[in-house]
């Protein structure tokens, strides 16, 4: 698999690590007077919003291709990072952020969406649906989780409004995201158990990564000059190049079989209609993908 690494955000993580290297030897070395560093370490939530958590409407949101962004169905997840604070004035400050956010995948609308599409398939002009009681159609989707790490640097404006005890901030950063697309593995069975005779496919979209801009907007407050209460915006747009591949297998016993409304056939012709439509259902050439990552993280951060 061919993953597309840009330059450009290269450069970035390394002007980011220059950076918060810097600025910790910096503060370490001047006077801790002229300087106010702190560390903060940072856990909660990840919520998925926009195209990131969208559910999947039909079988197509869930196979991207070279003109479509699938849907996320991402859901509710966690947060945890850390952010480098270098203050130097009252109100302004520079920050370097990085954060790993971990979401599942609703695996339950998926299956559904896929069995759904199973069902409005159509056998020798028949819908599958209506062949569903004599038939044995069983479908499985299973995704791998989402991971998406941040690494971001920008300004932070802080607003004293009890001071030592309650500040109000917003920050606005740019940087870069690691974005892990997760496996998925959808599985189609066809069966007639009174003949021992079935049909399985297995769709498996491998795992891909790549590097590319993000941005964050934030905003919340501080208590204590410790505990800092945020809610932050994070967006990027990752490209993913895919390569998905499909393995069927047949297991049958020769004879003829009657359908309702297809009349004779064998069992041979029916696995070969079976393995044809699924195959033919699915892409697996390589597809190259954008996809929308947008969250609100929700955290609780304690300063050292």
Not at 116 to 133: I, P, Q, W
Not at 172 to 185: K, V, W
Request: include cysteine.
């Amino acid at each position: 698999m061919h993953v597309r690494t840009p330059h450009r955000p290269s450069l970035l993580f390394l002007f980011c690590t220059v950076l918060l290297c810097a600025s910790t030897h910096y503060v370490y070395t001047q006077d801790s007077q002229a300087i106010d560093h702190q560390l903060i370490l940072r856990a909660g939530l990840a919520r998925p919003i926009a195209n990131f958590a969208a559910l999947p409407s039909t079988l197509d949101d869930l196979l991207p291709n070279n003109d479509r962004i699938p849907s996320g169905a991402a859901e509710l997840g966690v947060t945890a990072g850390l952010t480098s604070l270098l203050r130097f004035s009252q109100n302004f400050a520079l920050s370097l952020s990085a954060d790993i956010n971990y979401n599942t995948f609703n695996n339950a609308v998926a299956e559904q969406q896929l069995r759904s599409a199973v069902l409005s398939a159509s056998l020798g002009g028949v819908n599958l649906g209506v062949l569903s009681t004599l038939l044995g159609i069983n479908t499985r989707y299973q995704s791998q989780p989402y991971l998406h790490t941040f690494l971001t640097s920008g300004l932070r404006y802080d607003l004293p409004v009890l001071m030592g005890l309650l500040n109000i901030y917003a920050c606005a950063e740019a940087g870069m995201l690691y974005g892990i697309a997760p496996q998925t593995e959808a599985n189609i069975s066809v069966s007639l158990p009174f003949l021992m005779w079935r049909a399985d496919a297995t769709l498996t979209r491998p795992q891909a990564n790549t590097l590319t801009f993000a941005y964050k907007l934030g905003a919340g407050a501080t208590l204590f000059d410790r505990i800092h209460l945020g809610v932050t915006y994070a967006f990027s747009q990752p490209s993913y190049t895919v390569t998905p591949t499909i393995r069927t297998a047949i297991t049958e016993v020769q004879g003829m079989l009657t359908l309702p409304g297809l009349g004779t056939i064998s069992t041979q012709t029916l696995a070969n209609i079976l393995a044809g439509a699924i195959t033919s259902a699915f892409q697996t050439t390589p597809v190259q993908y954008q996809f929308l990552v947008q969250l609100f993280q929700l955290t609780v951060g304690y300063a050292f």
